[in-house]
């Protein structure tokens, strides 16, 4: 871990009138949410065997011949990724890290940690969507549906139990069903359409009111720190290159139009900044978890 590095972040996060976080899937992959490995094996070790799916999103994107088996899937993909607890303190690491400072979250993560982890909702823009949410597959209407009742409702009918804690528990004899009963599978209220997920794939991704009230939280946040003398640091964790324009290159952009911002990139990796803001930037490339737990461990410390 690159000591200067830490000293200079630790400084940028002690000196910022406000923090812009955005944080990409890198976070939750340091959180410990691998959708491959244990976490996988233990949870789809069925679909693995008959379909040869080597992680979760494979399987998230296979054309299943019956809704029934599809539900079976995905229930069980946003239990183990929506209300299952959190693996690991990465996310309430930085919650400490933030606490008393003024800040908002942009992040095109849809796995709900922040919330879950005790950020303020109305600090948060989930841009692509979340695990939580059903929409209409047509869709008929810009709206979304809460799915936690009928998620759980999915999983026990597999055979599974759901822990006091929320942690999906694989049933103790016999394999799960495959399939959910034909009573579970969710039609849009409206049109009785099937149900989908609340996720940006493509043109008929659902933005609801909540997602455009989002919105435009971040953008009077944006707007009204944007004064002169204003500092303002644009702190990035986890994000890569699949979508650039949504954090990336207006963190650079708006850090290049005002001189009294700064830039930080934590991604262990896949850290780096343009010449234009070098000077105003701190890159570490390095484990995020590990950056965030002594950050947030120094702050303690200082306040005690």
Not at 100 to 128: I, P, W
Not at 198 to 225: C, K, P
Not at 235 to 245: A, I, K, S
Request: glycine share 10%.
């Amino acid at each position: 871990m690159e000591r200067i590095g830490i000293d200079r972040l630790a400084s940028a996060i002690e000196g910022a009138d406000s923090i812009v976080v955005g944080a990409g899937a890198g976070l939750s992959t340091a959180a410990g949410y691998s959708y491959a490995g244990e976490r996988f094996e233990r949870y789809f070790p069925d679909f693995a065997g008959r379909y040869r799916f080597r992680d979760m999103y494979s399987g998230g994107f296979f054309p299943y011949e019956t809704l029934e088996e599809h539900w079976a899937y995905w229930s069980r993909y946003i239990w183990t990724n929506r209300y299952s607890p959190l693996p690991g303190t990465t996310y309430g690491d930085l919650l400490k890290l933030l606490d008393g400072k003024d800040h908002f979250v942009l992040t095109t993560n849809v796995d709900h940690c922040f919330q879950r982890s005790g950020f303020a909702k109305e600090r948060l823009f989930y841009t692509q969507g979340d695990y939580g949410l059903f929409q209409c597959s047509s869709p008929c209407c810009a709206e979304t549906f809460d799915n936690e009742e009928v998620a759980r409702a999915m999983v026990l009918a597999q055979g599974f139990a759901v822990g006091r804690d929320g942690e999906l528990l694989v049933p103790e004899e016999g394999a799960p069903a495959m399939a959910v009963p034909s009573d579970l599978v969710p039609h849009c209220p409206h049109c009785g359409r099937p149900l989908t997920m609340n996720l940006r794939a493509d043109a008929r991704f659902v933005e609801d009111a909540g997602w455009h009230e989002a919105q435009r939280r971040y953008s009077d946040f944006l707007r009204t720190r944007a004064q002169d003398g204003q500092k303002v640091l644009f702190l990035e964790l986890g994000v890569g290159g699949n979508t650039p324009v949504i954090i990336k290159f207006p963190f650079w952009r708006m850090t290049s139009s005002n001189p009294h911002a700064t830039y930080a990139c934590v991604n262990l990796g896949d850290a780096y900044a343009p010449k234009e803001i070098e000077d105003r930037s701190v890159i570490l490339d390095a484990d995020i978890s590990g950056v965030l737990r002594e950050l947030a461990e120094r702050r303690e410390a200082k306040t005690a």
